[in-house]
Structure formats: C-alpha cells, structure tokens
C-alpha cells in the first residue's frame, strides 16, 4: 500500500533503529542504543527477594520520562549477586514490561571467554537487542588478550555488542588503539560504554572509530563533555532517579543548546558525587528510596549508603524541588 520512502514517515524512531541495526557499516544506521541509557537497579524487598512491583514501578518511570534505552543485568543491577535464575526472571519481567517501546541492552560478560561463548549460544534471549559485556575482570589480560576475548564473543553473539571500559572495577584498561580494531573488524561491535574516567582517551576514541560506531558515556558526571566531544548517549546511574532531567540536558546538547545544557549538569554536580561516595548502587537506591519508588535494600558485599550522605541526597532533592 506505502512506498518505501512512505514508510518510513510511519516508523517511530525506535523502529526505524532497529530496522537498520544489523545492516552492514556503510549503511544508515549501525548503533540504536543512543541518547539516555539506563543502568537499572535491581530492587529488592525487605525480605531480601526481588521486588517485582518495584521493578515494574521504575521500568514505567523511565519509559514515561525520556530513556531511550534500558540497559539489564550491568553492575547497578548487583548482578553478581543475583542467581541464573534470578537473571532469567528479571530480564524476561523487564521485557514483557518493555513490551518494545525502547532497546534493551543486557548485561552479559566475564573473565571466563568460554563462559560467556557459551551464555550467548545457550540463553534465551527474545527480547533483547544488544548486549554489554564488559572486559574481563580480575585477570588483567593484556591487550592482544582483549582483542582475542571481545573477538570470540563477537563471533558468538546473535545481538550487537557493547563494549564496556571500567578499569576502576576490572584492573584493566582498554586503549584506545584496541577498542578503534575491534569496532574496525567487528560489524557487530557498535559501541563502547567507555568509563575509564579520561576525556582524552574517549576522545581519542571518537577521532579515530569508524563510521557506525559510537562512544557512550559510562560516567554521568562526565556525559555533558563526552556528547560535547561527539559522544552518542550515556549509560545513566542517576538516570534511575532523575530520567525527565537528564534525558532533557543530553537532547539539548544533541541540538546545540550547550548552554542550557550545562546548567542542568551543573545542578547536579554535588548529586554526582553523593551517589558513589558509598559505593554504586548504594546511593542511587537512597535516592529512590527517597523518592518513594524502593526499599533502600543491597545484597552483601554490598551496604545501603549513610544516614549522612541519605540526608544530603534529600536536601539537594528538596532544593531541586524533585
């Protein structure tokens, strides 16, 4: 009934993503996960058991006020914590709640390559649109060791890839050299959550990647430099809690706006440091807790973060009026 170029004015842009996602470089679109990623807490009770309707409540509250994307199963999960079958439960829940209004990213990495080759040949997963999988932790490969483990599950996975860049968690940095061959050779490699905490690494990065690929921020106190420097999104702690905000500041700076821009960033400058001084997820949770979507419930190692800091967050709420 419609032509080709008909079409695609009927197309939401999350379709229209997706209908290119797995085309080769030279094409339109390699990346759909762009914009305002949300690395989502795992809610528990007071019991200790994940809290269903919680999850329910918080997948509703992004959806509602600007994510772009849902990225499961990632460290603000704790899901090291969780069991196989917990995993199971909460990235089949996310997506039967999701009901493919946006991208699902899921968390799917470790130290063990056969491991993960093995998880992504054996999992379910319908539903899910790419999946993050952070470098191996604990070992400390070296770099050609990098290039060998993200070459093996890029050979492995049905879904597009992110990559994930966090030294401060895995003992390892990935340079900048490494992560540009592997989004140069691998098709499937559309992405990197670069956390390293150095600007001119990301930007390094950016200047030398291929066409397709994109640099995400993995650090929300450094998103407003990041997309200023040509980075496409950000995968957002804070974005559990304050989605409407965030999500606005980073589609202002997508259409140059940069000055209204920053001053969303500045007004959240103390928040970004509040949230991780006892460690992720610990200050976010307080906040949601705070917020009234959670109970202010980790599982060990993890502690819920202090009354002190608890009281700052809610200070800084109260003058945002949030």
Do not use: W
């Not at 390559?113 to 054996?122: C, H």
């Not at 890029?154 to 340079?175: D, H």
Request: aromatic share 8%; glycine share 8%; with cysteine.
């Amino acid at each position: 009934m419609y032509g080709k170029t008909n079409l695609f004015v009927f197309l939401s842009l999350t379709q229209f993503f997706r209908i290119f996602a797995h085309t080769k470089r030279n094409d339109m679109v390699r990346n759909i996960f762009k914009g305002l990623g949300i690395a989502l807490v795992t809610p528990f009770t007071n019991e200790g058991k994940i809290d269903f309707k919680a999850l329910q409540r918080l997948v509703e509250y992004q959806l509602a006020n600007g994510a772009d994307f849902l990225c499961i199963l990632g460290t603000t999960a704790e899901t090291p914590c969780l069991s196989a079958e917990e995993k199971r439960q909460v990235k089949e829940f996310v997506v039967e709640v999701n009901n493919g209004r946006v991208p699902v990213l899921m968390g799917c990495g470790g130290n063990n390559t056969a491991a993960v080759v093995n998880d992504l040949k054996t999992l379910n997963l319908d539903g899910v649109d790419g999946i993050l999988s952070i470098c191996p932790f604990y070992n400390k490969p070296s770099q050609e060791g990098l290039y060998q483990h993200f070459r093996a599950i890029s050979e492995a996975s049905p879904l597009p890839i992110v990559l994930y860049n966090v030294p401060g968690r895995t003992g390892v940095n990935m340079k900048p050299e490494t992560t540009v061959r592997l989004a140069r050779d691998f098709e499937n490699i559309v992405a990197i959550k670069e956390a390293c905490g150095r600007l001119e690494q990301m930007d390094e990065i950016i200047k030398n990647k291929p066409d397709g690929f994109d640099v995400l921020s993995g650090d929300d106190a450094l998103a407003f430099s990041m997309i200023a420097s040509g980075a496409a999104g950000v995968i957002s702690v804070i974005g559990n809690a304050l989605p409407k905000e965030f999500s606005r500041m980073i589609r202002l700076e997508f259409k140059g706006e940069y000055d209204p821009a920053r001053k969303i960033h500045h007004r959240f400058t103390e928040l970004y440091s509040l949230l991780f001084v006892d460690g992720n997820p610990a200050g976010v949770k307080a906040l949601l807790h705070e917020m009234g979507y959670i109970e202010n419930e980790l599982r060990l190692p993890l502690v819920p973060t202090r009354i002190t800091t608890m009281q700052k967050m809610a200070d800084i709420l109260a003058e945002l009026k949030i």
